[in-house]
């Protein structure tokens, strides 16, 4: 009997209706709830109540009316927007369960055709979108099926100066990019260079745009492709310059969300051979090493520090042992070093020299074209089994051999009759050895003697 049902009944019935001439009734509707939702919080819980259909006529309406979007289509995603951004999350969830995501996301292809598009309603769509993407573990397959990947590619690149506007397509593109395939197609796309045109040296101005395409660019490096692009392209040196200037700056540690997106980018750049070499040829450990004991003092900085040692570690070139160089505090002195042979070559290589063999850029990526064959890759790994692995319980058991010959033992026999006498009772008559009879009455009751029967 509330104001909000009758809205909703009403919005029922004109999806039931086919006529374009009910659009006007239908964007006085969406008024009507646009209104009651930005005003009321209790008209706002009872639309995400339990058992309340509100978000499903309103995504209903979204999908049946997708003919005359354009006339009151910006109110009801103005309706989504107050509902998920005022109630929290949880309801995200509950506009995923409901197939928002494939509807929003036919909206974003169906509004992105208007010349120019409606900025104000691809602010609400993206912002909705990056919401409850974490929420949707297929959304990357349904942008791509859709088609929809470079709208929000294309936006950046036509309103850089525009952030209001692009810090939700940023937010949108890092969704994107925790999927490997999407990964790889925005890279094509150029999406890596367009990052950093973003990122860029110390400034106070829009530093949530900034930490946002930090944020993408990280996970878009995490693929080997985009990685190796970013490595031929010079940007590491770009990211350790861009780092080293926002340390010297941040004197009051304002902006370590930021510095620590910087260390990420080069922690998934230097996954690859490539990325450590360049990291290492841009005098990389020296600037981290230096940063990181600047850092030690504030306990705020350890995030810092761990993940500048990680690189470091991983960046360090690795070498067998024994070590003849000055890096090794012991010496291993081999008994005989040939005069020529690998063993001789690895000690005549300079202290430098990373002579352990690193496969990790031999194979190129092997990011699947779809997500149908990785959740069968999925599938494979989850019943794998280890073959190497022994089952066999006897073949695990070790072998106890003695250590000397039974015939030498023998002499030992007679001071421990107990391992060879055999105790049986004999029968005088038969010289043969009684068989075993206990002492039971088998047929009747087991009688226990009491002390004085004894």
Not at 405 to 413: A, R, W
Request: proline residues 5%.
């Amino acid at each position: 009997s509330s104001r909000t049902t009758s809205l909703l009944s009403q919005l029922e019935k004109i999806n039931l209706d086919s006529v374009l001439g009910e659009s006007d009734n239908a964007r006085y509707v969406t008024s009507k709830i646009l209104h009651l939702v930005q005003s009321q919080e209790k008209t706002r819980k009872e639309m995400t109540s339990k058992g309340s259909t509100g978000i499903e006529v309103i995504l209903s309406t979204l999908e049946v009316k997708s003919s005359i979007f354009f006339f009151f289509g910006y109110g009801f995603i103005a309706v989504l927007y107050f509902i998920i951004m005022k109630c929290g999350g949880r309801r995200a969830s509950v506009l995923v369960t409901k197939g928002g995501t494939q509807i929003l996301l036919q909206l974003l292809l169906t509004a992105s055709k208007d010349s120019p598009p409606n900025e104000e309603l691809m602010v609400l769509l993206h912002t909705l979108l990056a919401k409850i993407g974490p929420k949707d573990k297929k959304i990357g397959m349904k942008a791509r099926i859709n088609g929809v990947l470079n709208i929000s590619l294309n936006l950046v690149k036509h309103n850089l100066q525009n952030h209001r506007l692009v810090l939700p397509c940023l937010q949108l593109l890092r969704v994107y990019s925790t999927n490997s395939v999407n990964a790889v197609s925005l890279g094509k796309n150029g999406v890596v260079e367009l990052m950093f045109k973003i990122i860029g040296p110390f400034s106070k101005r829009n530093t949530s745009v900034m930490k946002v395409a930090l944020d993408t660019l990280a996970a878009l490096l995490k693929s080997k492709t985009n990685a190796r692009r970013a490595v031929d392209r010079g940007y590491v040196q770009v990211l350790i310059t861009i780092y080293v200037d926002w340390h010297r700056h941040d004197s009051r540690h304002r902006f370590v969300l930021i510095r620590k997106g910087v260390l990420q980018c080069i922690k998934s750049v230097t996954n690859i051979k490539l990325g450590r070499k360049a990291f290492i040829d841009a005098n990389g450990m020296k600037i981290l090493y230096n940063t990181s004991q600047e850092c030690l003092a504030v306990r705020t900085l350890d995030p810092l520090v761990n993940t500048s040692s990680l690189i470091m570690r991983k960046c360090f070139p690795k070498n067998r042992l024994p070590l003849p160089t000055i890096k090794s505090a012991f010496h291993f002195q081999l008994p005989v070093i040939p005069a020529s042979g690998p063993v001789a070559q690895l000690y005549n290589l300079p202290p430098d020299v990373d002579d352990v063999v690193d496969e990790s850029d031999d194979n190129d990526d092997t990011e699947t074209e779809s997500e149908i064959e990785t959740e069968i890759d999925d599938d494979k790994d989850q019943h794998f089994k280890n073959d190497d692995i022994e089952t066999d319980i006897n073949k695990l058991k070790p072998r106890q051999e003695l250590g000397r010959p039974i015939e030498e033992l023998k002499m030992y026999e007679h001071f421990f009759p107990e391992l060879s006498e055999n105790f049986q009772e004999w029968d005088l008559v038969s010289k043969e050895p009684k068989p075993f009879i206990p002492d039971v009455n088998l047929s009747g009751p087991i009688v226990v003697p009491t002390a004085s029967e004894e």
